[in-house]
């Protein structure tokens, strides 16, 4: 019986930063990209990643929440996926992040610029 596929969801809102597809397959995974929340929030439920892949984009605007990503990061505790999660972030934006963090400790917090070694050991589980 051949293992069951890994799947990786990529949400690229803003972009601006290497495209990082061949370094996700290079490690098995299924790779699944979408540029809006709310489809990556439809993604969650369809496909159960083993791994999402998130930007921090901090917005000022929202009174309850930092940025659109708690949204995410909700509906993963919801429906009670073991997904890891891998986020990057603007090092402007520490203090906002820190506080989402705070609430999400399992996250994996990558700052811009984003060290491909780094995200390599990551996706293998192996991040200090």
């Given at each position: 019986?051949?293992?069951?596929?890994?799947?990786?969801?990529?949400?690229?809102?803003?972009?601006?930063?290497?495209?990082?597809?061949g370094?996700?397959?290079?490690?098995?995974?299924?790779?699944?990209?979408?540029?809006?929340?709310?489809?990556?929030?439809?993604?969650?439920?369809?496909?159960?990643?083993?791994?999402?892949v998130?930007?921090?984009?901090?917005?000022?605007?929202?009174?309850?929440?930092?940025?659109?990503?708690?949204?995410?990061?909700?509906?993963?505790?919801?429906?009670?996926?073991?997904?890891?999660?891998?986020v990057?972030?603007?090092?402007?934006?520490?203090?906002?992040?820190?506080?989402?963090?705070?609430?999400?400790?399992?996250?994996?917090?990558?700052?811009?610029?984003?060290?491909?070694?780094?995200?390599?050991?990551?996706?293998q589980?192996?991040?200090?």
């Amino acid at each position: 019986m051949a293992d069951a596929a890994k799947h990786l969801l990529s949400i690229i809102e803003l972009g601006g930063y290497p495209d990082f597809t061949g370094l996700y397959q290079r490690l098995g995974y299924q790779v699944e990209k979408v540029h809006q929340m709310r489809k990556a929030m439809s993604q969650l439920k369809k496909i159960r990643p083993d791994v999402v892949v998130a930007e921090f984009n901090f917005q000022s605007d929202f009174r309850d929440r930092t940025s659109s990503l708690e949204s995410m990061l909700a509906t993963i505790q919801f429906l009670k996926l073991t997904s890891r999660v891998v986020v990057f972030f603007e090092k402007e934006y520490t203090t906002q992040f820190e506080r989402l963090h705070a609430t999400y400790p399992d996250l994996i917090a990558m700052p811009f610029p984003i060290d491909e070694a780094a995200l390599e050991l990551a996706l293998q589980g192996k991040q200090s």
